[in-house]
Structure formats: structure tokens, C-alpha cells
């Protein structure tokens, strides 16, 4: 071997890097891999790409990190661009590189985030947008897929808790490259219906699965919606952009039914609840009414009104006598002005007390009239249950019932043999 034809270690390395830099596919080159090892320094980014079978080194310096607009991590599938060269210090080949994305579902994702951000730069999620929904709908829509899961969940406890209310159902692709147009389609659909409120659902799935509805052009019809709109898509750690939109978000279909009809249970206890109170305040309003009536009845400006009015004038005179004998008779004079005015009110008012004092007379006789007495003297009779509670329907009674009858001169009790309502006439 001739000592004259040999390389140094570093002047091979350099030679190998030369040719390296020299391969015009090797300057710009886009490469595919997974992010492993990953080492932030001063200068940049060092880690690794890998596939399954092979792996090399990878540095991203300062100057080109601008150029990344998300945080890279292990794990992560990447489209690099770069050189490849030799770190001749080591001996071992690398690529530099100026550009790198996520790649296939990582940057998907990116991009979702990047319109998520739009759209609330928009206001478009702002919660001054979100509607209330609707207490006691007239019609309810659904968005959802035919013959699914959520579907049979919705019609069943939404017509179990509110019968009364309409559903429309839209059947719609909620999965799948045709989904989002479908959806589009379906939802303009719904605009033509006279619905209050508005369910968007879909079981739960892989983010893949829910893509659909992180359409932005389903997102920004939502956004004009008319009426609002309930979103029960995915479960609870499921998120789209329909979420956001949507007036209210459920983690789940039967949620959703419990959110936009009320529960007619619950309807029915507090109707009964309300009775009870109105009845309750009905009662007091009326003992309160009778007792300020009493008490007006016996105050003297009602059981003797001229003898008021003549003690008033009484002490208009005492006064006279104390302010004449302080003025004199500059004062004097007006105060027999006065004397004549209270002559003239005095004889008005005792007309009109009289007019009065004769129509309460009026009054009285037909209230006597009225009374529970006097009807009963007219042949009449009422009926009430065991515990004295008024019986004024068919309906209160029952077939063996014991209930007491009250006349002029007396009480029976009796026993309900049969009832028998007017359509039997």
C-alpha cells in the first residue's frame, strides 16, 4: 500500500459532504418521518425523523424557525424540506431543514384550529350570540342519521316528556366525504318548516368520524340561523365547531331532549303546587277584605255621618273663636264666609247621605236575598263530602260515597246509590 494515496478521516468526510451538497435532488429535498428525540438549543431544533425501518438525523437553526407555525413534539408526522449533508464532524449525514407541516390528520387538526380562531376573530362564538331556548316549543326539528342511535333516543324521551309538541325529522349523512355538503342541504331544508327549535346530533366517534361538522360553511349557515339551535354531536370530550356555534351544547341526544321540552310531570306537580298557593291566597285576600269592611262599618264617618260632620263643624268653630279673638275682625269676615260655604255643604252632603244611606238599604235587601238562608228558605239545598268540602259536580262524588244534604230545617246524610251526568238525560 503506498503511503503517497491516502485520505485523512476529516478530508473524506469533507469529500463526502461535497458530493453530498452536490446532487441537485439532495439541495431540496422533501422528506417524510416521524419527530423523535426532539432537543431545543440555543441554536435551534435538533431531533430525529424516523419510519419504521430507518433513521436520521434532522436540525432546524434559528433563522428557519420562523418559518414554523406550530409546536412541534415527539410523536408528531411531518413533511420536512431541506439539504442533506454530512456533519463532518461525526461522520454522520443529516438533513438541514428551512420548512416544515404536520402531515395527513396533524395537520388537519392545524388547520381546524387556524379557522377555529378566524371564526371567533368573527365574534362568531361570542356568548352574546347564543339564544335561550325555548320553553314550551310548538315544533321541534332534528338533524340526524337515518335510523341511528341518537335518532330513536331523541323521538323516545322527547315524546315521553312532551307529547304535545311536534317533531320533524331530517335525515341527514353525519358521516363521510359527502356529509358536510348533506348536512348543508338538509339544514337549508329546515328553513321551510315552522319549527321553534332546532337538534343537530350524532353518537360519539373518532374525531375522523365527527369531521363533518368542522365544515365552515356549515358553521357560517348555522351562524344565520333563524331560530336556535342545539348541538348534541359526539359525547362530552368530543368537540366540533358546530359546538361553538350552536346556542346551547350537550354532551348527548337524550340531553339534548331534555333541554328543548320541558317534562310534563313536573308540569302537572307544580299546577298543582300554583292551586294550592292561589287557593291559599284567595282565602286570606277574602278574611283580610271582610275584616277592613268590619272595621270601616264601625268608624263613625259611616254609622253616623252628620253627627262627623257636625263635631268637624263644632271644632271649625272653636277654631273661628280662637283665630277672631288673635285677628280681629279683618279675619272675621272670611271665616263668616266659611259659615255660609258650610251651610251649603252641609245641606249638599246631607242629600247625598241620604241618596246613599238609601241604596245601601237597597243593597242589603238583595244581598238578604242572596243569602245562603234565604235561598235555602226558597226550597234549595246544598250537598257537602264527609269533611264539609262543597260537592258542585258529578265528578266529586263517587258510587258509595256518604255525603250530607242541608235544607232550611235541617241535615240528611245519604249514601250515593248511583250517579248519573246530563248526556244521560
Keep these: 500500500m503506498s503511503k503517497a494515496a491516502y485520505f485523512t478521516v476529516s478530508q473524506l468526510n469533507n469529500y463526502v459532504k461535497l458530493v453530498l451538497e452536490s446532487q441537485t435532488t439532495l439541495r431540496n429535498i422533501t422528506l417524510r418521518g416521524e419527530v423523535s428525540n426532539l432537543k431545543p438549543h440555543s441554536s435551534g431544533l435538533y431531533f430525529s425523523l424516523k419510519d419504521a425501518d430507518a433513521v436520521i438525523s434532522a436540525v432546524m437553526f434559528t433563522n428557519s424557525l420562523k418559518n414554523l407555525d406550530f409546536p412541534l413534539k415527539n410523536g408528531d408526522e411531518v413533511l420536512v424540506q431541506g439539504l442533506v449533508t454530512l456533519f463532518t464532524g461525526r461522520g454522520s449525514y443529516q438533513i438541514i431543514i428551512n420548512k416544515i407541516e404536520l402531515f395527513g390528520q396533524g395537520q388537519k387538526l392545524l388547520e381546524l384550529e387556524k379557522l377555529k380562531k378566524q371564526l371567533a376573530s368573527e365574534g362568531l362564538f361570542d356568548s352574546t350570540r347564543k339564544r335561550l331556548i325555548k320553553r314550551f316549543p310548538h315544533a321541534v326539528g332534528i338533524i340526524t342519521g337515518q335510523g341511528s342511535a341518537a335518532e330513536s333516543d331523541l323521538l323516545r324521551n322527547i315524546a315521553r316528556r312532551y307529547p304535545l309538541v311536534t317533531i320533524y325529522l331530517f335525515p341527514a349523512l353525519v358521516q363521510g366525504e359527502k356529509a358536510p355538503e348533506d348536512l348543508r342541504r338538509v339544514l337549508q331544508l329546515t328553513r321551510s318548516y315552522p319549527i321553534d327549535t332546532l337538534i343537530i346530533a350524532r353518537g360519539g366517534g373518532s374525531s375522523e368520524d365527527l369531521w363533518a361538522f368542522n365544515d365552515e360553511q356549515l358553521v357560517r349557515a348555522l351562524a344565520t340561523y333563524p331560530i336556535p339551535v342545539i348541538s348534541a354531536v359526539g359525547h362530552e370530550i368530543d368537540t366540533t365547531l358546530v359546538d361553538y356555534i350552536a346556542d346551547q351544547r350537550v354532551s348527548t341526544p337524550t340531553a339534548a331532549a331534555e333541554i328543548v321540552v320541558p317534562d310534563q310531570n313536573e308540569l302537572v306537580q307544580n299546577l298543582k303546587i300554583y292551586e294550592e298557593r292561589m287557593e291559599g291566597a284567595l282565602t286570606n285576600k277574602i278574611v283580610n277584605l271582610k275584616k277592613n269592611?268590619?272595621?270601616?262599618?264601625?268608624?263613625?264617618?259611616?254609622?253616623?255621618?252628620?253627627?262627623?260632620?257636625?263635631?268637624?263643624?263644632?271644632?271649625?268653630?272653636?277654631?273661628?273663636?280662637?283665630?277672631?279673638?288673635?285677628?280681629?275682625?279683618?279675619?272675621?269676615?272670611?271665616?263668616?264666609?266659611?259659615?255660609?260655604?258650610?251651610?251649603?255643604?252641609?245641606?249638599?252632603?246631607?242629600?247625598?247621605?241620604?241618596?246613599?244611606?238609601?241604596?245601601?238599604?237597597?243593597?242589603?235587601?238583595?244581598?238578604?236575598?242572596?243569602?245562603?238562608?234565604?235561598?235555602?228558605?226558597?226550597?234549595y239545598a246544598y250537598v257537602t263530602n264527609e269533611d264539609g268540602k262543597l260537592i258542585s259536580s258529578i265528578n266529586d262524588v263517587t258510587s258509595g260515597q256518604i255525603v250530607k244534604t242541608t235544607f232550611q230545617d235541617g241535615k240528611i246524610t245519604s249514601k250515593v246509590i248511583e250517579k248519573r251526568g246530563n248526556e244521560h238525560e
Aim: charged share 25%; net charge positive; hydrophobic share 35%.
Design 293 to 379: 269592611l268590619n272595621n270601616l262599618a264601625k268608624r263613625p264617618v259611616i254609622t253616623n255621618p252628620l253627627a262627623s260632620f257636625s263635631s268637624l263643624h263644632e271644632k271649625l268653630k272653636l277654631y273661628r273663636k280662637q283665630i277672631s279673638y288673635q285677628l280681629g275682625n279683618k279675619i272675621r269676615l272670611h271665616l263668616d264666609l266659611i259659615d255660609r260655604y258650610y251651610e251649603r255643604l252641609h245641606s249638599a252632603l246631607t242629600r247625598r247621605v241620604t241618596n246613599i244611606q238609601h241604596q245601601i238599604h237597597l243593597y242589603e235587601q238583595k244581598m238578604l236575598a242572596l243569602g245562603p238562608d234565604n235561598v235555602l228558605k226558597r226550597g
